[in-house]
């Protein structure tokens, strides 16, 4: 059974940055293909960046690219999420998932691909 905890969660102001870390245990984090996703009172969750198990393969929502960075390091079983040039849009619950995949290089996109999530943590952007 494989569990995430998402950390560094928090309170900036508009153009700030933070930066947020996914711990994933229980399982080989070279095999698991990552994601962040994030939702915001009242609105559907949303994709916002995913990752390939080799860290070779990346995808970003429109909406981040350019700003957010997702990267990874298997030897800690972590995966980032840097945000820069942060807006008050971007206030919401991110939460972390992972799955096992056989290609180590595959990005999943759709939160329906993922088995396992975490339960989240806060970024408010101030204005």
């Known amino acids: 059974q494989v569990q995430v905890v998402e950390s560094g969660g928090g309170l900036v102001q508009t153009g700030g940055s933070l930066r947020l870390s996914c711990a994933a245990s229980?399982?080989?984090?070279?095999?698991?293909?990552m994601g962040w996703f994030r939702q915001a009172p009242g609105k559907e969750r949303e994709f916002v960046a995913a990752?390939?198990?080799?860290?070779?393969?990346?995808y970003y929502a429109e909406t981040v690219r350019g700003r957010f960075t997702i990267s990874r390091d298997n030897a800690k079983n972590t995966v980032y999420l840097q945000m820069n040039s942060l807006r008050p849009g971007d206030t919401a619950a991110y939460c972390c998932?992972?799955?096992?995949?056989?290609?180590?290089?595959?990005?999943?996109?759709?939160?329906?691909?993922?088995?396992?999530w975490g339960q989240g943590t806060q970024v408010s952007v101030s204005s």
């Open positions: 998932a992972a799955r096992s995949v056989y290609n180590n290089n595959y990005v999943a996109r759709r939160p329906d691909e993922y088995v396992y």
């Open positions: 229980g399982g080989t984090a070279s095999r698991y293909a």
């Open positions: 990752i390939s198990p080799s860290g070779v393969n990346t």
